[in-house]
């Protein structure tokens, strides 16, 4: 599915990758841990494509119509058409702009890159509504602006449900159980996990493991200063929760 | 200076312009023979106006008196802007291209062909074959009208629709009674200049129960230099009846500012409406604030009747200068008064724009709906009143001002006064500043949408109360108008 071949990126001339190699196949859930300032949530951008994170050097290579694909150059938007989604650790808030009107354009501009019928508001409301019941989610929330005075809960259940409507091929689910109350967690894994299938593929980022009993990853891989430092099961995760990050720094 | 080497100094300043201003697409100059009166401004002026235009004695007395009065007064330097000082005396107030063969002006089949493609190139075509169906049009170019469509259609239900040249000659004791009753010539400094030396304008009368069947429409280009624009719109609407009318409003790249100074005054009596929309996207100067319209407009409708209602509904888009405040005075019983606009701001445009709702007759009610945004290093001011006489018992406001700012050099503000003079009054005043940043845009293309649509969804969504008021095909074309100003400006 994903093939990430020795990155390197930084922000404003200062290097936070340093030369990460990953590949996640169809079918997998890989999770990455790792403590602050490891480069975790610039990993997430640069695989969505922000504008503002200078790639120096590696390749992303992705399958792109069966075909494999350095998408480094690709814009955000033609990442997200090709079936990239990034669940954000903080949903921006757009003021004035209706939650299912937004769906909608992006759902629509993902068919019409894909070659698929657009959808009509009248079946698209009845489609958003099926993905809402699986995150338990208030139908409210699809008439309000996206996410103006959602909880920060409720943001990062609007993350998945849009998830859940756009259909990614591969996700990356940053800090998505940060700030959520351990019910509100379940719900958000519980969603994960029925979106998970054979034919997607997932990036789970995360601090704790707590969120790794849920959604239980094939493979963890912990960052440490830009680099993938260890690759294990997920017993890896119980490790880290236990004794922490520092044992596992280069060179012990 | 020989006409040859007019024509080359005008192209190489628009390409010049065009280099360093965003995409201008009316910024094309007209090269035409015209009749220009030579600069200056005396009663001598005045008298030259009137003579060209054959007017009868009264209209000459009345612009007099105008001028005399407008001496009097100084050059407003309240507004949350710098300008100026205009020379008055450095520009030409008259204007007009020649017709074909010393034909009449304001009639198609004796103007220019270049006139009509001018038009045309606008998106107006004037000709009977290509014409707007639905859609009457009055084009003003520089100082005169250069003719109006559909006139014979509309006249069949007793709508008239004419120049304001046409009108004093052929309904003069409509003119009479009507100009100048809402914007006395006294009103202010540029209502009054405009009463000296307005060259045209439209003039609309819808007669009692008709439902005016088409929209009526002015399109107005300033197109030569060193010149001002100074037309005059009046709209009647007798008892119970309904018009809905568009005004647009585009004119040349050139670095030296042009004044563009207009009055308009709508009248309803018993249960009539008017519903006015405006897109104005005059040019605003380049990337240094060189050059671009300096609009100073007064705005004026008055309800007479009772139920009556007048809608302002505004999308302001262009001008270096923009001073402009559309009221209604809430004279009738149950009259209602709207404001519903979008003044978007770029390069080094300066804007301060509202309204004023006076309330006199009783269950008055007013909505005020701005939405300002500004980028770059604009600056965008709402001003407003909100006015309740002693009379206007339960009379009744919302207002609401939004502002949305994009970067970080340029500025909104809001000045909302509020009069209340009556308890039994109840008002309402909502206000809200919001950023269009990064995170927002890359939030949206992450999502599948690109830049154009993450922009225009933004600003589709902020402005939406104000666009669903605009009939359609304005709204569409409004949409367009921001996301091509606002291109390249975030991020």
């Known amino acids: 599915m994903i093939e990430i071949r020795n990155l390197h990126a930084g922000i404003e001339g200062t290097p936070i990758l ?115 019941k699986i995150l338990e989610m208030d139908e409210k929330y699809i008439s309000r602006a996206v996410n103006v005075d959602f909880s920060g809960g409720e943001k990062k259940r609007n993350e998945i449900m849009q998830m859940a409507v756009l259909n990614p091929r591969f996700a990356v689910l940053d800090e998505t159980d940060s700030g959520l109350d351990i019910d509100s967690m379940r719900i958000v894994a519980d969603g994960v996990n029925k979106l998970r299938n054979k034919n997607n593929a997932m990036l789970v980022i995360t601090h704790y493991q707590r969120l790794l009993n849920y959604i239980v990853p094939d493979f963890v891989h912990i960052l440490q200063d830009g680099k993938i430092v260890r690759t294990a099961g997920k017993e890896l995760a119980l490790a880290v929760e236990e004794k922490g990050y520092d044992w596992l720094k280069e060179g012990k | 200076m020989p006409k040859g080497e007019e024509k080359i100094l005008n192209e190489k300043t628009i390409q010049e312009n065009t280099l360093s201003s965003r995409d201008y697409k009316y910024g094309f100059y007209t090269d035409i023979e015209t009749d220009r009166i030579p600069k200056g401004l005396t009663e001598e002026t005045i008298r030259l106006i009137s003579t060209k235009k054959h007017e009868p004695e009264w209209m000459y007395e009345w612009r007099l008196k105008a001028f005399r009065h407008w001496k009097t007064m100084t050059e407003p330097h309240w507004p949350n802007f710098d300008y100026g000082p205009i020379d008055y005396q450095a520009l030409s107030y008259y204007t007009a291209p020649k017709t074909k063969k010393g034909g009449p002006v304001g009639n198609i089949d004796t103007t220019d062909p270049e006139l009509i ?162 897109v104005q996207n005059w040019y605003s100067g380049d990337k240094e604030g060189k050059g671009g319209i300096y609009n100073f407009v007064t705005k004026r409708g008055k309800c007479v009747g009772k139920n009556s ?138 999502r599948g949408l690109d830049l154009e649509g993450a922009i225009s969804l933004i600003i589709n969504g902020f402005c939406k109360d104000v666009f669903k008021e605009l009939p359609m095909e304005f709204a569409v074309e409004a949409v367009k108008l921001l996301e091509m100003k606002l291109e390249g400006s975030v991020g």
């Open chain 1, 18 to 132: 340093k030369g990460i190699n990953l590949t996640i196949n169809t079918g997998e859930v890989h999770a990455i841990m790792g403590p602050n300032g490891s480069g975790k949530s610039t990993l997430s951008k640069v695989i969505a494509g922000h504008p503002q994170y200078e790639v120096t050097e590696g390749e992303i290579i992705y399958d792109v119509n069966f075909k494999k694909v350095n998408i480094i150059d690709l814009a955000a938007e033609e990442r997200a058409r090709e079936g990239i989604f990034l669940a954000f650790q903080y949903p921006v808030e757009i003021p004035g702009v209706n939650t299912a009107v937004f769906l909608r354009a992006a759902f629509n501009e993902i068919c019409k890159h894909q070659g698929a019928d657009e959808m009509d508001p009248i079946d698209f409301d009845e489609y958003i509504r099926s993905k809402m």
């Open chain 2, 117 to 278: 493609k001018t038009f045309e190139r606008l998106g107006i075509p004037l000709s009977e074959q290509k014409r707007l169906t639905g859609v009457a049009v009055d084009a003003v170019f520089d100082s005169v009208s250069v003719g109006t469509t559909h006139q014979a259609e509309l006249a069949k239900v007793g709508v008239i629709f004419c120049s304001m040249t046409e009108a004093i000659e052929q309904h003069p004791e409509l003119v009479k009674k009507y100009l100048g009753s809402v914007v006395p010539y006294s009103d202010n400094f540029f209502a009054a200049l405009n009463a000296a030396v307005f060259s045209d304008g439209s003039f609309c009368y819808i007669p009692k129960g008709v439902r005016c069947p088409l929209e009526l429409s002015t399109y107005f280009r300033i197109n030569a230099a060193e010149s001002g624009q100074f037309e005059r719109t009046l709209i009647v609407a007798e008892d119970s009846s309904y018009v809905s009318y568009l005004e647009g409003c585009t004119a040349p790249m050139r670095d030296e500012n042009q004044l563009h100074a207009a009055v308009v005054e709508l009248i309803t009596l018993d249960n009539a409406e008017i519903k006015y929309s405006t």
């Open chain 2, 309 to 446: 209602k007048i809608s302002w509904t505004q999308v302001e888009a262009g001008s270096a200068i923009t001073w402009k405040y559309p009221s209604v005075i809430l004279q009738g019983d149950n009259s209602v008064g709207k404001f519903y606009s979008v003044a978007l701001t770029n390069n080094r445009m300066q804007a301060d724009t509202g309204t004023k709702m006076i309330h006199i007759g009783k269950n008055t009610k007013s909505t005020v709906v701005s939405k300002g945004i500004s980028t770059d290093e604009s600056n965008n001011s709402y001003r407003g009143l909100i006015k309740i006489m002693p009379t206007a018992d339960g009379a009744r406001n919302f207002s609401q001002c939004d502002s949305m700012l994009i970067g970080n050099k340029c500025s909104a503000n809001t000045f909302p006064y509020i009069e209340v003079k009556n308890n039994s009054a109840v008002l309402e005043h909502e206000a809200s500043t919001s950023k269009i940043n990064a995170d927002q845009i890359f939030y949206l293309q992450s």
